[in-house]
Nanobody, 122 residues
Framework: EVQLQASGGGLVQAGGSLRVSCAANGLTFDDYAVGWFRQAPGLPREGVSCISPSDGSTHYADSVKGRFTISSDNAKNTVYLQMNSLKPEDTAVYYC???????????????WGHGTQVTVSS
């Protein structure tokens, strides 16, 4: 059974950095893309970043481009999101999920973790 678990969130000051991790247990990286989504209070869930671990191709939302970096350690079956220059508007619960491709529709993201809280104070 595939299980995705996000971890590494916490409280940071604006301008600081965090790295969140997604342990993708049981996931075949050759067959899936792994994406990060976030849900902030009062706002809809949005896609943040996505990676295809098989070839390393990456994608970013405009709001985080240049500040966040997604990467994978295939030997550990883990995807990371390095978040630099954090802003208060980055405050959200961050979820990782898996789909066949980064451009798949929302209902095609078959596997979801429970999320990790990231709070950025001003």
């Amino acid at each position: 059974e595939v299980q995705l678990q996000a971890s590494g969130g916490g409280l940071v000051q604006a301008g600081g950095s965090l790295r969140v991790s997604c342990a993708a247990n049981g996931l075949t990286f050759d067959d899936y893309a792994v994406g990060w989504f976030r849900q902030a209070p009062g706002l809809p869930r949005e896609g943040v970043s996505c990676i295809s671990p098989s070839d390393g191709s990456t994608h970013y939302a405009d709001s985080v481009k240049g500040r966040f970096t997604i990467s994978s350690d295939n030997a550990k079956n883990t995807v990371y999101l390095q978040m630099n220059s954090l802003k208060p508007e980055d405050t959200a619960v961050y979820y990782c999920a898996a789909a066949g491709a980064c451009w798949d529709p929302y209902d095609h993201w078959d596997y979801w973790g429970h999320g990790t809280q990231v709070t950025v104070s001003s």
